[in-house]
């Protein structure tokens, strides 16, 4: 069984342009949740996705979507990057009984 | 509104020690309690994960107990390695959502 990918690893990006992250589920896993992790920070909730509807959003602005799709993959996109949109950014499965697994991350940079 | 808090921030040890790492959560309306461990710059691991009906967990030398209606967790770790040295992150599942604390920074010394 393989875990939970992410791409890329890094990612530098200039204010004001758009940006895709890749995120490959485990087998099985419907639910996938995206998280943003400031640097000292735990991780926040951006929001969560199940068989391919959103179905939670935490505090963040719509110009963070989502999407999921049937092989288990899925994206966060984030548009007009802000300076402040630095950070590490997971996405994490659930399995059937709630235990999430978390990719990688990777390290977006605004600058 | 839940919020997440984990004390100690930070904690320095000699190799060998037992030691416990608290995290208390303000709405006891959870589903389930997770544990984690993030080393610099990395994803998490997961260590423990607690259902809401459950009292404890455990897997090796770690220990993680649930006190729903005190709104409390502790996650104890015996015999400490240096191998352990990482930041430690407690998460409360709420519906879809789940919340985590800012994390315990331990660094066990050889």
Known sequence: ETGVTQSPTHLIKTRGQQVTLRCSSQSGHNTVSWYQQALGQGPQFIFQYYREEENGRGNFPPRFSGLQFPNYSSELNVNALELDDSALYLCASADEGGEQFFGPGTRLTVL | ?110
């Open chain 2, 1 to 110: 509104k839940q919020e997440v808090t984990q004390i100690p921030a930070a904690l320095s040890v000699p190799e060998g020690e037992n030691l416990v790492l608290n995290c208390s959560f303000t709405d006891s309306a959870i589903y389930n309690l997770q544990w984690f461990r993030q080393d610099p710059g990395k994803g998490l691991t997961s260590l423990l994960l607690i259902q809401s009906s459950q009292r404890e967990q455990t897997s090796g030398r770690l220990n993680a107990s649930l006190d729903k209606s005190s709104g409390r967790s502790t996650l104890y770790i015996a015999a400490s390695q240096p191998g352990d040295s990482a930041t430690y992150l407690c998460a409360v599942r709420q519906t879809y959502k789940y919340i985590f604390g800012t994390g315990t920074r331990l660094k066990v010394l050889a």
